[in-house]
């Protein structure tokens, strides 16, 4: 089982549309959750932090289940920049010293007009 | 402007030869990761580095190697032992590697061999 797994996508959705991705990851000891967002033949770049309770960054929402162990992200009113590969990262360890990150293989969403 | 500059952007290798990728940041941040991304695959991590003079592998190390000589400057050889080097490599630096560990990255290198 990978670490971190995402449903690669492609999802084609409208502009204005609601979509959402989910995440799982299989460290049941994970602290720390982030989406990063990648546009085709670019770096990685971070979206937002995922906290425990669930956080919001305009039409962005990002939920954590630790039982079920996995993240969501919830994109609103979707639009054609919005077109991009979402990388789900888990940092499976919070403690001193190195934590490494793990990076899912990314959801590639495709807005269309 | 803040940030972290990788270059080339593109690199071709020809057999036998290790090239060298440069990472250079001036964001004061301790430290710094090389990842190496595949079509349709996750970043894997192929070395980094927590602070000056220090250096640990990553997950796929071998064929690779690193200096940390300097707090901006984190280049990576790609040796002639890499065998299948074609991929786009990411430099990235965080403040601290503890805590939440959030990393920014540079515009990458795409690697080719000829």
């Known amino acids: 089982r990978k670490e971190v797994e995402q449903d690669p996508g492609p999802f084609n959705v409208p502009e204005g549309a609601t979509v959402a991705f989910n995440c799982t990851y299989s460290?049941?000891?994970?602290?720390?959750f982030f989406w990063y967002r990648q546009d085709c033949r670019k770096e990685p770049k971070l979206l937002m932090s995922?906290?425990?309770s669930g956080n919001e960054d305009g039409r962005f929402t990002a939920q954590l289940n630790r039982a079920s162990q996995y993240i969501s992200l919830l994109i609103r009113d979707s639009k054609l920049s919005d077109s991009a590969t979402y990388l789900c990262?888990?940092?499976?360890?919070?403690?001193?010293?190195?934590?490494?990150?793990?990076f899912g293989a990314g959801t590639r969403l495709a807005v269309h007009p | 402007d803040g940030g972290i500059t990788q270059s080339p952007k593109y690199l071709f290798r020809k057999e036998g030869q290790n090239v060298t990728l440069s990472c250079e940041q001036n964001?004061?941040?301790?430290?710094m990761y090389w990842y190496r991304q595949d079509p349709g695959q996750g970043l894997r991590l192929i070395y980094y580095?927590?602070?000056?003079?220090?250096?640990q592998k990553g997950d796929i190390a071998e064929g690779y190697s690193v200096s940390r000589e300097k707090k901006e400057s984190f280049p990576l050889t790609v040796t002639s032992a890499q065998k299948n080097p074609t991929a786009f490599y990411l430099c990235?630096?965080?403040?601290?590697?503890?805590?939440?560990?959030?990393?920014?990255f540079g515009a990458g290198t795409r690697l080719s061999v000829l």
């Open positions: 990235a630096s965080s403040p601290r590697t503890g805590g939440k560990n959030i990393q920014y």
């Open positions: 460290n049941s000891a994970s602290q720390s």
């Open positions: 995922v906290y425990s």
């Open positions: 990262v888990v940092n499976p360890m919070f403690s001193g010293g190195y934590n490494k990150l793990i």
């Open positions: 964001l004061n941040h301790d430290a």
């Open positions: 580095s927590q602070i000056v003079n220090d250096f």
